[in-house]
C-alpha cells in the first residue's frame, strides 16, 4: 500500500536582499502578485556579518505595498535593543540568532510578549543543542544553509543532516515550531530541504534570477515543493 502523502504546508519566502532597492515598493507588490506566502527581510549590522543592509524605518516605509506576512531576520548583535522597532514597524516573526545574543531566552521572551512569533537562527556550525532548552518559545527554528552575510552563495550539503536533526528536536519539545531553511534555496535544492523536513523556504538570488517571469517561477517552486511532500 503507498504511503499517504505529506500534508505540510511549505511556504515560500522571498528574501528582498536580490531587489532593486531603488523600486521595492514595486517589487514587493510584484512578489505579492506572483504568489509567494510571506516577504523575508535580512537585516544586517556589518557586525555580526560583514554586510550592512537595512534598518527598521525601511521595512516600516513599505508595509503599505504589501499585506503579506513580514519576518524580519536579525544578523546583529545584541538584537533584544531593536526587537520593539522591528515590531512596531510591521514585521510579524523576528528572528533573531542564537550566536548574537547573551540571553536568547530572555531575547524570545521579549519578542513573545510583544505579541508576534519568535525565530531563532543557528549558523551552519552552531548546534543545535544551542536551542535545546528554549524550544518552547520557538515558534520558527531556522537552519542556515549557508554562511550569513551575503546572497547569491551555494547550499551547503551538510546542512541536508542538521534540517532532519532539527525535526527530530521539534518532535520532541515543541510539536508547534516550523522549520524553516534560508541559503541557497533554487530549483535544484528545494526538493531536498522539503524531503528532509522544511516547511518554509527562503529564496533570494534563486527566485528573482526568474524575475522577468517571476509568477511561472513561484509557480515552478511551488510545483517543486508539493512534488517533493508525495
Not at 2 to 9: H, I
Not at 124 to 142: C, G, K, N, R
Not at 191 to 219: F, K, P, T, W, Y
Request: glycine share 8%; net charge negative.
Amino acid at each position: 500500500m503507498r504511503a499517504p502523502a505529506d500534508e505540510r504546508v511549505i511556504e515560500l519566502a522571498p528574501s528582498v536582499l536580490p531587489c532593486d532597492f531603488g523600486r521595492l515598493g514595486e517589487e514587493l507588490a510584484a512578489l505579492e502578485r506572483a504568489g509567494v506566502d510571506r516577504i523575508h527581510w535580512d537585516v544586517m549590522d556589518g557586525l555580526f556579518v560583514p554586510n550592512i543592509t537595512i534598518g527598521a524605518p525601511v521595512i516600516a516605509s513599505c508595509r503599505r505595498y504589501s499585506s503579506l506576512p513580514y519576518e524580519v531576520h536579525l544578523m546583529i548583535v545584541d538584537p533584544e535593543r531593536y526587537v520593539r522597532e522591528f515590531v512596531d514597524a510591521g514585521c510579524e516573526l523576528i528572528t533573531v540568532h542564537a550566536e548574537a545574543t547573551r540571553h536568547l531566552h530572555r531575547t524570545l521572551s521579549l519578542i513573545k510578549s510583544l505579541g508576534v512569533r519568535a525565530g531563532v537562527a543557528l549558523n551552519p556550525a552552531t548546534p543545535l543543542t544551542s536551542v535545546e532548552y528554549v524550544m518552547d518559545q520557538v515558534d520558527v527554528l531556522m537552519i542556515m544553509s549557508v554562511n550569513p552575510g551575503f546572497g547569491g552563495q551555494h547550499y551547503i550539503e551538510a546542512m541536508d543532516a542538521k534540517i532532519m536533526a532539527a525535526v527530530a528536536l521539534r518532535e520532541a519539545t515543541n510539536p508547534n515550531t516550523k522549520i524553516e531553511v534560508d541559503g541557497g534555496i533554487s530549483e535544484e535544492t528545494l526538493a531536498g530541504c522539503v524531503m528532509n523536513g522544511a516547511e518554509i523556504l527562503v529564496s533570494g538570488s534563486g527566485l528573482m534570477a526568474h524575475r522577468d517571469h517571476l509568477a511561472q517561477a513561484v509557480a515552478n517552486f511551488h510545483q517543486l515543493a508539493r512534488d517533493a511532500l508525495v
